[in-house]
């Protein structure tokens, strides 16, 4: 189970911080994403990580190109939250923020994305709206 929290609507430029707690299992054992859908189109992957599988394995994280360098991804394990920090939004990112929870596997073969595709994750929450005004 994924609850969100951390929406709202700033002015362009402007930040925000989502959050996701999770319940009902260990976040360690997961990928965990976030992925946004704007009015009219589809659900994209806007930040996802995997943690390390083994002691010779590293956490893998993907940014999808728009938000390298504003939006970080983070995990708080104690908490068993995951969180989105939004940085320098700008109006065309108005969407509806999902997180979400997947196999813990990072998809080599998949050089586009390493996985961060919404048929990779099967647990979501139930989404956050962010509005961004010009």
């Known amino acids: 189970h994924l609850v969100e929290s951390g929406g709202g609507s700033v002015q362009s430029g402007g930040s925000l911080k989502l959050s996701c707690v999770v319940s009902g299992d260990r976040m360690d054992f997961y990928a965990i994403g976030w992925f946004r859908q704007a009015p009219g189109k589809g659900r994209e992957g806007v930040s996802c990580?995997?943690?390390?599988?083994?002691?010779?394995?590293?956490?893998?994280?993907y940014y999808t190109e728009s938000v390298k360098g504003r939006f970080t991804i983070s995990r708080d394990f104690d908490k068993n939250t995951e969180y989105l920090q939004l940085n320098n939004l700008q109006p065309e990112e108005t969407a509806v923020y999902y997180c979400a929870l997947g196999p813990p596997y990072y998809s080599a073969h998949d050089s586009a994305t390493g996985g961060c595709r919404t048929d990779y994750f099967g647990s979501w929450g139930q989404g956050n709206q962010v509005t961004v005004s010009a």
């Open positions: 990580v995997w943690p390390p599988l083994d002691g010779t394995s590293s956490t893998k994280t």
